[in-house]
């Protein structure tokens, strides 16, 4: 069972990829969910929030119930992982944000942490991939490093693929897309200082 290799490779490696977590037409509506109203991202939190076009160019939305039942049911799943990461792993996840991204042409995000130095609330990071014409030649893929600034793996954005690793522990990039791509960023955080998600934009 998928969810039970991914708590397992939690366990023992701090990261797991989740082929087909979601079916092509599944992947579809979700998508189909996502509105015109794009924002660009920033970096920061609080008073340091910026653009920084430099480190990130992606735009996003952050997912709301209100958007559809694809988003609620991706939701529920996610909230379905949360429950039993906690009964398994201890981690004390309390609560999941996420946004759709979507990166044009040239758009990338450079090397960074999900977890903030000073408020390590962010403890599970996830990026789930709604590419269904992706090839190689479309770049975008996210290499995924460790503390020591060795790459770990470089990984395709394909349609249904769902990727979890350890906030604190894997710092990553996404290259630059050659075709225009999509994705739903999130985190599972415990329940630290209390913060809006526009306070922490990532």
């Known amino acids: 069972m998928a969810l039970e290799q991914l708590l397992d490779s939690i366990a023992e490696k701090g990261w797991y990829i989740w082929d087909d977590f979601l079916t092509i037409e599944q992947v579809k509506l979700l998508k189909n969910c996502a509105s015109d109203d794009w924002h660009r991202a920033r970096i920061g939190r609080k008073e340091e929030i910026q653009r920084a076009t430099d480190i ?3 735009k996003i939305q952050w997912l709301d119930v209100d958007m559809g039942q694809p988003v609620q ?8 992982i ?3 990461v906690n009964q398994s792993l201890f981690l004390g996840l309390f609560e999941y944000e996420a946004h759709f991204a979507q990166y044009e042409v040239g758009d990338f995000y450079k090397k960074h942490l999900d977890a903030f130095r000073g408020n390590e609330s962010r403890k599970l990071t996830t990026v789930f991939y709604m590419n269904e014409d ?3 030649e479309n770049g975008g893929e996210l290499n995924v490093y460790d503390l020591n600034d060795q790459l770990i793996q470089t990984i395709a954005p394909i349609a249904g693929r769902l990727v979890v690793f350890l906030s604190e522990q894997f710092p990553h990039e ?3 897309a050659r075709a225009k791509r999509h994705s739903i960023a999130g985190w599972f955080r415990t329940n630290g200082v209390s913060e809006s998600r526009f306070d922490i934009l990532s």
């Open 82 to 84: 949360r429950r039993e």
């Open 73 to 80: 049911d991706y939701l529920e799943r996610m909230e379905s």
């Open 134 to 136: 992706w090839s190689e």
């Open 174 to 176: 996404v290259l630059p």
């Open 56 to 58: 990130r160019r992606d």
